[in-house]
């Protein structure tokens, strides 16, 4: 098959790319290495690919023809980014969308996955959160992320082109975001970690979260990939472990000095992901679980 993947060169895009690619198919890539939060960007060279702006509508148009399957991931993809710069969220994640959208529409794409965020709940929402529960956006980046669900279903209802949303919650594993203040916390925990430095924890540190390695996800987002599979069309569907963890549990256990630092705005108390339908649509269960990964990584930083 024939595959293209936008934001092909960051974290969870890129662990696609070469899933793909491994498994012998033909897969492009879109990527403006936009991230300040990586430390580099992983351009696989047996991809076809392009440094685009899925803003530039033109310019990507052309390389959808013959493409059987789109993973969207491309987006301005943290809370704290997308509160200091809100339009940059609003034309990246709701612009963006629409022209991957329209672009595979008229290239008669069979299928988009579109990556979404768990961050759609808020707070009003009781753990396990489940996909039919009403959204509670707290800030531009779940707002925009959100908007881009309901263009991938509405695509799908008015002009038949299937659409899948996952709905992650908080993703780590290898070529995590490792840079700034507001990159991912585990990815923080282990830099400063690896700089000898405490490890800052927002708030209270009971805040818990349901962690779910990248390669999970990777998962996930091939078996939505089968046409074959029409269950999972038109659907929101939740990727996570189905538990959770403070974060002061996580610093536990990277086993090193740590401090508390101030409670930042738009964030919820607690995600923690009912996994029902997405078992039941693909069989699917976690493989990776994260104490191992954390004891592994902490080892290697000894």
Request: hydrophobic share 35%; glycine share 6%.
């Amino acid at each position: 098959m024939r595959y293209l993947v936008t934001g092909g060169a960051g974290f969870i895009g890129s662990n696609i790319v070469d899933c793909l690619l491994n498994l012998g198919n033909e897969v492009v890539v879109i990527d403006n290495e936009s991230s300040d939060a990586n430390e580099q960007f992983y351009w696989n060279e047996k991809a076809e690919n392009y440094k685009y702006d899925i803003c530039e509508y033109d310019k990507i148009f052309p390389l959808f023809k013959g493409v059987d399957v789109v993973f969207h991931l491309a987006a301005e993809a943290r809370i704290q980014p997308c509160i200091i710069n809100p339009k940059k969220a609003i034309e990246t994640n709701v612009k963006g969308t629409f022209n991957i959208l329209e672009c595979s529409r008229h290239n008669n794409v069979k299928r988009v996955i579109y990556s979404s965020t768990s961050s759609a709940y808020g707070l009003k929402n009781k753990v396990p959160l489940k996909e039919d529960m009403p959204k509670d956006c707290l800030n531009p980046y779940s707002v925009t992320k959100t908007c881009g669900e309901e263009l991938c279903l509405m695509y799908y209802k008015l002009y038949g082109m299937e659409s899948v949303v996952f709905r992650y919650f908080n993703v780590y594993g290898p070529r995590q975001p490792l840079k700034g203040q507001y990159t991912p916390v585990i990815g923080i925990f282990l830099r400063q970690k690896k700089n000898k430095e405490p490890l800052t924890i927002v708030g209270d540190g009971l805040q818990r979260r349901d962690f779910t390695h990248v390669e999970d996800i990777v998962n996930a987002n091939y078996l939505a990939s089968n046409l074959e599979n029409k269950k999972c069309v038109g659907e929101i569907i939740n990727v996570g472990t189905g538990k959770n963890f403070s974060i002061l549990e996580i610093a536990k256990m990277i086993d090193y000095e740590y401090l508390f630092i101030p409670p930042r705005l738009g964030e919820s108390r607690e995600t923690l992901a009912s996994t029902k339908k997405l078992k039941k649509i693909f069989n699917w269960k976690p493989i990776s679980k994260i104490e191992k990964y954390i004891k592994d990584q902490a080892k290697e930083l000894v």
